[in-house]
């Protein structure tokens, strides 16, 4: 079974500046994805990043960006730049490579960002 | 991205009456959805999943006389609280996926199950 683990209930961040959301997990598998979800007020999910565990290279997406560290089952999710819309709670999730497969999600960080 | 639909997105029944959720996906096929539950300020947790034309997967905890799924179609999937209580009460939401479309999940909207 794999778990998934946010070790940050709630953070806060000024506009503008950088912030960095923590994420572990523990998987015996070698094949997975990981993902961040990003969950507004509007309880909508949204896909943030995604990241192959096959990939060294870390993934990136605008302001966001990971840093996945195989090895240690790590994967942070770093939003530079922090604007008031990225106000959310940030579910950070995993999948194995094995089409159909659910999620599994983090509990969730709460981050609020501060004018 | 894909969308998918979720209605009602809000409903509050009286306790013992059934509950009826759609989840629709509407611009691709989705050959598995997922239901998830989602308590305040908590993470979402699976409760089952569904493959079209089969019966559904139920994780662990969840009762499936209680919450029945139906996958009809490659694009509908309904989730039925059936007399439901209180402690039925909570956010729902549905996700779905087509394999062509490669590992990504599509979510709905939510709906807000209120009981009284």
Redesign the interface.
Known sequence: AQTVTQSQPEMSVQEAETVTLSCTYDTSENNYYLFWYKQPPSRQMILVIRQEAYKQQNATENRFSVNFQKAAKSFSLKISDSQLGDTAMYFCAFEVDNAGNMLTFGGGTRLMVKP | ?AVVSQHPSRVICKSGTSVKIECRSLDFQA??M?WYR?FP????M?MA?S?EGSKATYEQGVEKDKFLINHASLTLSTLTVASAHPEDSS?Y?C?A?D?GLG???F?G??TRLTVV
Request: proline share 0%; aromatic share 14%.
């Open positions: 991205g050959t598995t997922f989602q300020k908590q993470s979402l699976l999943t493959n956010f939401i996700s996926r394999l590992t990504e999940a979510f909207q939510g």
